[in-house]
C-alpha cells in the first residue's frame, strides 16, 4: 500500500477509536445517570443497557470497525463498561427502593386478612343449639335418654296402652332380639323417664334423634331429631305454655312473627294443640311452603295428661304440667328454606358449607 493512504487509514482508525472511547464514556456517563435517578427501576435498566437490543450490547458492535491493533484495548475497554453497567445493575437491584422501605416498615392494619378455610356446623346442630338456648335463658336444662328404648317409656307410660290406635301414628323400628324394645319414635320417652326419677318441679328440654319406618323422600325420612319439652309445677297452666312457645317463636324467628294455636289431639297430653307461625317465605300471602294457608305447624304440645303424671308416680292433684315437641329438621327447614329433608343426611359439603356463617 502507498504510504499516503496507509497513513490516511491509520487516520481514519484512531479517529474511529476516539470516536469509540468518547461514545463509551457518553454511555457511561447515562449508565450512571439513569442509575441515580431511577434507583427503584432495575428491570428498566436492564432493559435499557444490558438486554440483548440494549445499548451495551450495540456498542459491542463496534468492536467491528476497530483496527486490529487497537482491538485489545478497545476489548479491554467495552468489556471494562460492560463490567460497569452490570456492577449498576446490581446495586440497584440489591437496593431497597424507597416506596419499598417505606412500606417494608409499616404494617398495613387496614388490608383485609387472608382468609382461611374454616368448616361449618351442620345446619341441624345449629339450630338445635338454638334451641336449647333459648329455652335454657327461661331456666330449662337439657335432659337426654337412650335411642333404644322400651315399650314403657316410648308408649305405655305416654299413655298409649297396647293396641291403642295411636300407636299406627307412628311406624316403629322393632328390635328383633327382644320385642319390647324399639328405636324411639319420638324424645317424649325422655319426659317419662325424668318424670320417674321424681325430682320436681321439672323443666326440662330433651333434645334427640328419633327413628320412623317411612319411606325416604323430600318430606320423610327414617331418622330426624326432636326437642321435647315438659314444666311440671304445682300450678303450671296452659297460659304459662303460651307464654314460654311464644317466648320461643319470637327468639327463634322474629319478634313479630305471628302465632296461633289450633286444638288437637294427643294421647299423653289434655287439652292438647299445634302452634303454627305466620308462613316465613310468604309472609301470610300463601304459598306451596304453608299450602295457600299462609300459616306453618311447627309444634305439639299440651297439658300433661293425669294418666301419665300418675304413671310416673306423680300425684295429679297436686302437680300440673305442660309438654311440647317440635321437629328441628322442620324448623331448619324454614327457618334456612331448604325443600329437601335428605340434604340434611347425604353431607354433600356443597349444601354444608353454605352454613359455615349461619347463626
Ligand atoms: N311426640 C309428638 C310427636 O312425635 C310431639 C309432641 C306433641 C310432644 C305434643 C309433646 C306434646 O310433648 O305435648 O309427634
Known amino acids: 500500500m502507498l504510504p499516503f493512504f496507509k497513513n490516511l487509514l491509520v487516520a481514519y482508525l484512531r479517529a474511529r477509536m476516539e470516536e469509540l472511547k468518547s461514545k463509551i464514556s457518553e454511555l457511561k456517563e447515562s449508565i450512571n445517570q439513569f442509575a441515580t435517578e431511577e434507583k427503584n427501576k432495575a428491570e428498566t435498566f436492564r432493559i435499557r443497557f444490558l438486554g440483548s437490543s440494549g445499548l451495551v450490547k450495540k456498542i459491542m458492535g463496534e468492536m467491528r470497525n476497530v483496527a486490529p491493533e487497537n482491538r485489545k484495548q ?100 322393632y328390635v328383633r332380639r327382644n320385642p319390647d324394645w324399639m328405636l324411639r319414635t319420638h324424645t317424649s320417652s325422655v319426659q317419662v323417664r325424668e318424670m320417674e326419677r321424681g325430682e320436681l318441679p321439672i323443666r326440662i328440654i330433651c333434645p334427640g334423634r328419633v327413628y320412623r319406618n317411612e319411606t325416604i323422600s323430600a318430606r320423610a325420612h327414617c331418622f330426624f331429631h326432636q326437642v321435647e319439652g315438659l314444666y311440671v ?61 299462609g300459616w306453618v305447624e311447627i309444634l ?12 310416673c308416680k306423680i300425684d295429679s292433684h297436686k302437680y300440673t304440667g305442660f309438654a311440647f315437641g317440635m321437629g328441628i329438621e322442620r324448623i331448619t327447614m324454614l327457618k334456612y328454606q331448604i325443600n329437601d329433608l335428605r340434604l340434611f343426611s347425604e353431607n354433600d359439603v356443597r349444601f354444608l358449607k353454605q352454613f359455615t356463617h349461619a347463626i
Open 74 to 173: 478497545a476489548g479491554l475497554a467495552l468489556n471494562a463498561l460492560k463490567q460497569f453497567a452490570e456492577e449498576k445493575y446490581n446495586q440497584l437491584k440489591n437496593s431497597v427502593s424507597p416506596e419499598a422501605e417505606r412500606t417494608s416498615n409499616h404494617q398495613d392494619l387496614t388490608l383485609p386478612g387472608n382468609e382461611l378455610p374454616v368448616g361449618s356446623r351442620h345446619p341441624i346442630s345449629i339450630v338445635r343449639n338454638r334451641i336449647i338456648s333459648i329455652f335454657q335463658r327461661i331456666g330449662f336444662t337439657v335432659a337426654e335418654g337412650p335411642e333404644v328404648e322400651d315399650d314403657w317409656h316410648n308408649f305405655t307410660a305416654l299413655n298409649l296402652p297396647e293396641n291403642h290406635p295411636a300407636r299406627d301414628m307412628q311406624d316403629t323400628f
Open 300 to 311: 305439639g304440645c299440651g297439658m300433661v295428661h293425669p294418666n301419665v303424671l300418675e304413671n
Open 233 to 293: 309445677e304445682e300450678n303450671a297452666s296452659f297460659a304459662d305454655l303460651k307464654q314460654t312457645l311464644y317466648f320461643f317463636a319470637r327468639e327463634m324467628f322474629f319478634q313479630d312473627v305471628k302465632i296461633r294455636f289450633r286444638p288437637s289431639y294427643f294421647p299423653f297430653t289434655e287439652p292438647s294443640a299445634e302452634m303454627d307461625i305466620s308462613c316465613l317465605i310468604c309472609g301470610g300471602k300463601g304459598c306451596n311452603v304453608c299450602k295457600h294457608t
